[in-house]
């Protein structure tokens, strides 16, 4: 597949957020599904105030944690958009090779409906691994998948990591150009440098099917 003419492989993450609706006070984000106390602490720090601020005005609400967060809609989203990929079981409950890792769910605020939801794995390296991200069928084209994509990049940016990394399926591939990632061959060196090393040390996941694409992650932005 011929990708579109890109924009600088640096393009700020999370610009295409469309703007905010009415504005409303502060929706806290949540944390649910954690894991026992014996497991790895979570990482996101999905509690933090610039991220509520992103989402606030939009009333929107982001919930982290391990595989229950989001509750049984967040499963069948994710499920359901990735159902059919063979191998990614393990990413789906947050098993094996990505024990470590959380979903990122994000919420309307009021109704607690589940609008998208991601798989996200800090990674060694300062990369911030997005496995899984889908947003809900009904609720596609409304600025959803973007939203969180702003927010998973200005979590990346509070952890002080360097590159993001996703798995992209050919029906998300515009989307992602679109947030400025690209495939290895279009993308920096620093990208590229980053993506080689987790590959060769089996630290990234390419499902069958899917396209490994990346972006550099700002740092000393706001989300």
């Not at 003419?5 to 984000?29: I, K, N």
């Not at 026992?36 to 979570?42: E, M, Q, R, V, Y």
């Not at 969180?148 to 590159?163: E, F, K, N, P």
């Amino acid at each position: 597949m011929t990708l579109p003419a890109r924009p600088m492989c640096g393009a700020r993450l999370g610009e295409d957020l469309p703007p905010p609706g009415p504005d409303v006070g502060p929706t806290p984000p949540r944390r649910s599904g954690r894991r026992p106390a014996s497991s790895p602490a979570l990482q996101l720090p999905c509690d933090d105030a610039a991220i509520a601020a992103l989402l606030s005005p939009r009333k929107l609400a982001l919930d982290c944690g391990g595989a229950s967060a989001g509750g049984d809609e967040a499963t069948k989203l994710l499920k359901a958009s990735f159902g059919s990929l063979s191998d990614n079981r393990a990413a789906l409950d947050l098993t094996g090779p990505f024990k470590d890792a959380e979903r990122a769910v994000l919420l309307d605020s009021e109704t607690r409906h589940v609008l998208a939801a991601a798989v996200v794995h800090v990674r060694a390296g300062s990369v911030l691994e997005v496995p899984l991200f889908a947003t809900a069928k009904k609720f596609r084209g409304q600025g959803f998948g973007s939203a969180l994509y702003a927010a998973l990049a200005g979590l990346g940016r509070r952890l002080g990591l360097q590159t993001l990394v996703v798995s992209a399926t050919d029906e998300s591939r515009a989307f992602w150009v679109r947030q400025g990632l690209h495939a290895k061959t279009f993308c920096g060196a620093a990208e590229k440098s980053a993506m080689s090393s987790l590959e060769q040390r089996g630290l990234v996941t390419s499902f069958q099917n899917t396209t490994l694409m990346a972006a550099p992650i700002p740092q000393g932005l706001e989300p």
